[in-house]
């Protein structure tokens, strides 16, 4: 963990991968090192968490780039949007309508990812295989979200590759660029399958509590 991993990882993954530390659990101070060190794009799976973290450090580093990684509760929208610059689990028909009817009255600029639970497992969140193709035409065309590009986490039991390869071929399809997939564990294979940003929390910020 530290800053020499945070250079190894940058050097392996190449200048056409994104690294998005996720700092989850992580306190403002385990932060400030890799902000120092030149990184802004980040990771949070809680809106109250985030919220209370980085409105005071999007202050000092106003250039940073937030990204909401975690479910996205509809009573929650409101307050994601005010502190996230990405929200990267869009998984859902009504969360799509409720986002956009609350960016409507407030406008942000934001960027959106689909999140597709490749291994259709009932216990996770993301749109279902059989559903994706219609969600994600319903986020571009209907409600019109800036959608950049699908994420992905594979079931914990399988093989990665053929999860990320998946992905890669849904957003092909639909013409989307960002493939949110790695982790520390399998971050180097999915690159090796197309991802354009890897979210690295443990190999940066050591183990979660
Ligand atoms: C926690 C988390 C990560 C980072 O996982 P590590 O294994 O600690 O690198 C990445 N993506 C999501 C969605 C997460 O919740």
Redesign the pocket.
Known sequence: MGLTEYEKIKNEIGQNVAL?A?S?TKTARDILPFLQAGQRLF?E?RVEEATEKWTTLKQEYPDVELHL??HLQKNKIKEALKIFDGI??LDNFELAEKITAELAKNPRKIKFMI?VNTGDEEQKSGISTAKADEFINYCIRDVKLNVTGL?C?PPQEDEPAPHFAFLGEIAKKHGLKEL?MG???D?LLAVQQGATIV???????G??E
């Open positions: 998005m996720v989850k990771g799976n990684i975690g990267d689990t999140e994420m986490i949110s982790m520390s564990n971050y979210r690295i929390g443990t190999l940066l910020f183990k979660r």
